[in-house]
């Protein structure tokens, strides 16, 4: 199987780095943790990645909003290469604020295909201040609600940590989620411990931040792309979960999934 290689996209702030090229690493790529300012000198670095994953933190200190400076800087310094990274049959992954920074640049919801009009384009949907008007740490169950997204590859249900203050994903219009829902990049919902979900707004903790229709996590139209609050590269071993001895769980976690699943796109 060829090792893809995976570029972890820090900025200052980021602090979830390490740990999600640990993740990938685990899975079997080959991971390096890239700070934006190489790139930034360097642009053509990212061709040498079949892999773009932007891990959580607080990038720029979530100044102006959660990874609003981060995602300027990719839509204004870095579409070109950007846009060709996009085009190719590579992956990207944004966790947390990862996911911000996809959606504030306009790589989510639309991908490769509104890359080169993302100026046009009106941002239909963004992640705004939790419901609860806090930074909300807890772990919640999740359901995958896409057939078509790589990185959900035979997962029904997981459970993860959430760790943000700006995670309630909203749209202007909700008319735009049924389209997307038909395209498949509605790739994640907040669910119970049974794994039920639902259109309506469920209640807290289940649903920790208000998110509409529940939405955890968003794919583009080809599947190659997925942002999620959640953080799976924070349960990759049963240990990690914070009832295993309870649970008597052993082995690994639900987040390993993710991530073997990106390194088997390239296998
Ligand atoms: N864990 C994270 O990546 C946090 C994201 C962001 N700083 C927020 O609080 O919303």
């Given at each position: 199987?060829?090792?893809?290689r995976?570029?972890?996209?820090?900025?200052?702030?980021?602090?979830?780095?390490?740990?999600?090229?640990?993740a990938?690493?685990?899975?079997?790529?080959?991971?390096?943790?890239?700070?934006?300012?190489?790139?930034?000198e360097?642009?053509?670095?990212?061709s040498?990645?079949?892999?773009?994953c932007?891990?959580?933190?607080?990038?720029?200190?979530?100044?102006?909003?959660?990874?609003?400076?981060?995602?300027?800087?990719?839509?204004?310094?870095?579409?070109?290469v950007?846009?060709?990274?996009?085009?190719?049959?590579?992956?990207?992954l944004?966790?947390?604020?990862?996911?911000?920074?996809?959606?504030?640049?306009?790589?989510?919801?639309?991908?490769a295909?509104?890359?080169?009009?993302?100026?046009?384009?009106?941002?239909?949907?963004?992640?705004?201040?939790?419901?609860?008007?806090?930074?909300?740490?807890?772990w919640?169950?999740?359901?995958?609600?896409?057939e078509k997204?790589?990185?959900?590859?035979?997962?029904?249900t997981?459970?993860?940590?959430?760790?943000?203050?700006?995670?309630?994903?909203?749209?202007?219009?909700?008319?735009?989620?049924?389209?997307?829902?038909?395209?498949g990049?509605?790739?994640?919902?907040?669910?119970?411990?049974?794994g039920k979900?639902?259109?309506?707004?469920?209640d807290?903790?289940?649903?920790?931040?208000g998110?509409?229709?529940?939405?955890?996590g968003?794919?583009?139209p080809?599947?190659?792309?997925l942002?999620?609050?959640?953080?799976?590269e924070?349960?990759?071993?049963?240990?990690?979960h914070?009832?295993?001895?309870?649970k008597?769980?052993?082995?690994?976690?639900a987040?390993?999934?993710?991530?073997?699943?990106?390194?088997?796109?390239?296998?």
């Amino acid at each position: 199987m060829a090792t893809p290689r995976v570029c972890v996209l820090r900025a200052p702030g980021t602090n979830c780095d390490r740990e999600t090229a640990f993740a990938f690493e685990t899975a079997g790529a080959q991971a390096e943790r890239v700070h934006l300012f190489r790139i930034l000198e360097k642009p053509e670095l990212l061709s040498d990645f079949q892999t773009l994953c932007i891990p959580g933190g607080f990038s720029y200190g979530d100044d102006v909003g959660a990874g609003v400076v981060f995602a300027s800087q990719l839509r204004t310094q870095l579409a070109e290469v950007i846009g060709e990274f996009l085009q190719k049959d590579t992956l990207v992954l944004g966790i947390c604020n990862g996911f911000q920074v996809l959606l504030k640049a306009g790589i989510l919801p639309g991908g490769a295909g509104e890359w080169t009009n993302r100026d046009q384009t009106e941002r239909q949907s963004t992640l705004t201040w939790n419901a609860n008007g806090r930074y909300t740490d807890l772990w919640v169950n999740l359901k995958s609600c896409s057939e078509k997204n790589v990185f959900l590859k035979g997962v029904d249900t997981l459970e993860s940590p959430i760790a943000h203050a700006e995670g309630r994903f909203i749209v202007k219009d909700e008319s735009v989620i049924a389209d997307w829902e038909a395209n498949g990049q509605i790739a994640l919902r907040y669910c119970d411990e049974s794994g039920k979900t639902s259109k309506e707004i469920l209640d807290y903790p289940v649903n920790p931040n208000g998110s509409l229709q529940n939405i955890a996590g968003l794919g583009d139209p080809t599947g190659r792309i997925l942002g999620l609050m959640p953080h799976p590269e924070r349960f990759l071993f049963a240990t990690h979960h914070p009832q295993w001895t309870r649970k008597n769980l052993t082995g690994e976690g639900a987040g390993m999934q993710l991530f073997r699943n990106a390194v088997e796109y390239f296998g």
